[in-house]
């Protein structure tokens, strides 16, 4: 049986550290509080009582991290290890987004944690000879707003909807980072989410209609 595993998208949850909200690394495994904390470039440390599902947690946390490859439970055991992936830098303005806004609220919590360019680690595609950004958007802004002229990157594969997301945010002036929109939490959760619901509804399962 498979763990029901959610991932905790908010900044304020008493039940979490506001270190591991800020990374995104807080989950709920069957309702029990875990959590995977970022400790290195390529290092997480995972704590909580769901120990059984561990293996899972990490798995589902790789999904937005995939650069993160050795973890560790608290007493500094090695829970789990995967071959390194290669990071490499890139220009800010080599990079084409996949999504228009950025979430004011969660800019405001993601400055914590980001203080030099290698910080910011973005999953991409390449395309021809820029890459397109499939994750960390809001990282990518805060790059923007420090005056970070690259960051680093890994090659990663995504569904073809990406390319569709791309060639969007294009089609609305979005050609970098540095356009990329700022929005308040509120208006995020509707122009961006309603695009997806949109998006996906007019897709369907087999593709476009």
């Known amino acids: 049986m498979e763990p029901d595993i959610q991932r905790i998208n908010e900044y304020d949850d008493p039940r979490f550290s506001p270190a591991v909200l800020r990374q995104h690394g807080a989950f709920l495994v069957n309702g029990v509080p875990c959590e995977v904390e970022i400790t290195g470039a390529r290092e ?3 704590r909580g009582e769901a120990r059984e599902w561990y293996p899972q947690l990490i798995e589902d946390f790789r999904f937005y991290a995939e650069h993160i490859c050795r973890f560790y439970g ?3 055991r090695l829970l789990a290890e995967f071959p390194p992936v290669e990071l490499f ?3 800010l303005s080599d990079i084409q987004p996949s999504q228009f806004y950025v979430d004011q609220e969660k800019l405001a919590a993601v400055r914590g944690f980001i203080s030099r360019p290698e910080d910011v680690v973005v999953p991409v595609l390449r395309q021809e000879e820029r890459y397109i950004s499939l994750d960390g958007h809001t990282r990518l802004a805060v790059a923007v707003d420090a005056g970070f002229e690259t960051v680093s990157a890994f090659l990663t594969q995504s569904g073809d909807y990406i390319l569709d997301f791309a060639e969007e945010a294009r089609k609305r002036g979005v050609h970098s980072p540095y356009d990329l929109k700022r929005v308040s939490h509120q208006e995020y959760q509707v122009v961006w989410n309603q695009f997806c619901d ?3 509804a007019k897709r369907g399962p087999n593709g476009p209609e």
């Open 198 to 200: 949109e998006f996906f």
């Open 74 to 76: 608290e007493t500094g």
């Open 89 to 91: 830098p890139v220009k």
């Open 44 to 46: 997480a440390m995972v």
